[in-house]
């Protein structure tokens, strides 16, 4: 076996370079240049004894420890142990609430719910090499929050905010994204924040949320919120392209065969909503209420955590509610750390992780992307479900 740490053209170009003194334990006297496997996927090892693959490409960070070990067809790699259990124990030990040992998955994977102010554990550096990050805080429309003046005014707000965006940005590993939802009337606000903290725009996306619309006076009513999608640098380390399988619109002849790209309108994922359209996600207390009315749909965060990370990648929600960024992290098999100031709302998130419920179950989703080129690289699923092709 051999223990090193990964350089920044390795993880780029996606190779290991097999150190000169491993030389004789890992390739022994094999032919080289020649075809080998690298965890079950093509692989192949140049004349100077490095390891290439596709799958190695970003899927781990600069500066990470792996181990490579020779297996029966090829070679096995993981996050050394050592540098998983230093991640973690940068965080009190209590907090992790999760390190999967899954023996089918090849990454351990682990959860994290913080209680307190996001703003304290960003600043105390434990959180790094973060790759994404759902930004999604309460919107100063004077809801009712136990831990948070949704009244305040817009300075205080915009400055908190923009507090928050710097410190995940010093978070971020290089490449990584954020995701920041926000009102579409604030999108000024949100561009302008994003730059003056370092972020480099990338889309802004609407989410068109499938409900009714909210009557303006005087103007166009409401039925859309804003997702602007940004990244720390000038391009994504990950970007997969998903395709969804939309159903044929009005006026078109025949279906798609092989569906379409996602774009930046996204008008298929119904927001949670109390009433007529109300379903089995939105989380509620014994007498039916809901126990946080700003609770995002799974297949929201599904679809942001497929698009801008690989599997064994660590996702942050500084604000997270009712915890859905985990919950979906966890099934895709990426790491998550959620923060939260409320306890009550931390009670939640725990409860949900401890056994998923089948409204928060994504593999009912995963035919819907069925047409995305790299779907099983991206999504591990030991089963798919059929029964719902579309999100529709
Ligand atoms: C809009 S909600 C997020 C909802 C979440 N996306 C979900 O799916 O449930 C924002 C959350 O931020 C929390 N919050 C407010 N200020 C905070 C702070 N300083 N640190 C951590 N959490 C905070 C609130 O209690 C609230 O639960």
């Known amino acids: 076996m051999v223990n090193k740490i990964l350089k920044k053209t ?7 370079h097999i150190p000169t003194e491993s030389r004789f334990e890992l390739v022994g006297s094999i032919h080289l240049p020649c075809p080998t496997m690298l965890n079950g996927k093509p692989a192949r090892l140049d004349k100077y004894g490095r390891l290439w693959s596709p799958y190695l490409k970003n899927r781990f960070s600069i500066g990470t420890r792996i181990e490579l070990t ?4 090829g070679y096995q790699v993981a996050l050394s142990k050592s540098e998983h259990k230093s991640f973690i124990s940068k965080m009190k030990q209590e907090e992790v609430m999760s390190v999967s040992n899954d023996s089918e998955s090849e990454t351990n994977v682990y959860y994290k719910v913080l209680k307190g102010d996001c703003l304290k554990y960003l600043d105390d550096g434990a959180i790094n090499n973060i790759h994404l990050t759902f930004l999604d805080p309460p919107y100063r429309q004077g809801k009712d929050y136990r831990f948070f003046d949704d009244d305040q005014p817009a300075w205080k707000y915009w400055s908190w905010l923009k507090e928050i965006l710097h410190k995940v940005y010093d978070a971020t590993a290089s490449g990584g994204a954020i995701y920041f939802m926000q009102r579409e009337k604030k999108a000024e606000h ?15 996306i609407v989410w068109k949320k499938k409900t009714s619309a909210v009557p303006c006076a005087f103007r166009f ?10 990244t720390k640098g000038d391009k994504p380390r990950v970007f997969n392209k998903l395709r969804i399988d939309l159903p044929t619109l009005p006026g078109h002849k025949y279906e798609r065969e092989n569906g379409i790209f996602l774009t930046d309108v996204w008008d298929d994922v119904r927001e949670l909503t109390s009433g007529y359209f109300a379903g089995d996600e939105a989380i509620r207390d014994d007498k039916g209420n809901r126990v946080h009315t700003q609770q995002s749909p799974v297949a929201l965060l599904l679809r942001i955590i497929l698009s801008s990370t690989l599997p064994g990648n660590t996702v942050l929600d500084p604000l997270a509610g009712t915890g859905t960024t985990l919950v979906v992290a966890y099934q895709l098999k990426r790491n998550s750390i959620g923060i939260e100031i409320d306890p009550e709302h931390v009670k939640v998130i725990k409860n949900r992780l401890k056994s998923l419920r089948p409204a928060d179950d994504i593999s009912k989703y995963y035919d819907y992307y069925r047409f995305t080129p790299n779907l099983r690289e991206i999504w591990p699923v030991k089963r798919v479900i059929t029964e719902q092709r579309r999100l529709l």
């Open 10 to 16: 390795e993880v780029l170009r996606g190779f290991i």
């Open 221 to 230: 009513s409401k039925q859309y919120q804003i997702i602007a999608y940004a």
């Open 190 to 204: 949100v561009l302008k924040v994003l730059r003056e903290t370092g972020w480099k725009f990338q889309n802004l």
């Open 70 to 73: 020779k297996a029966e067809n």
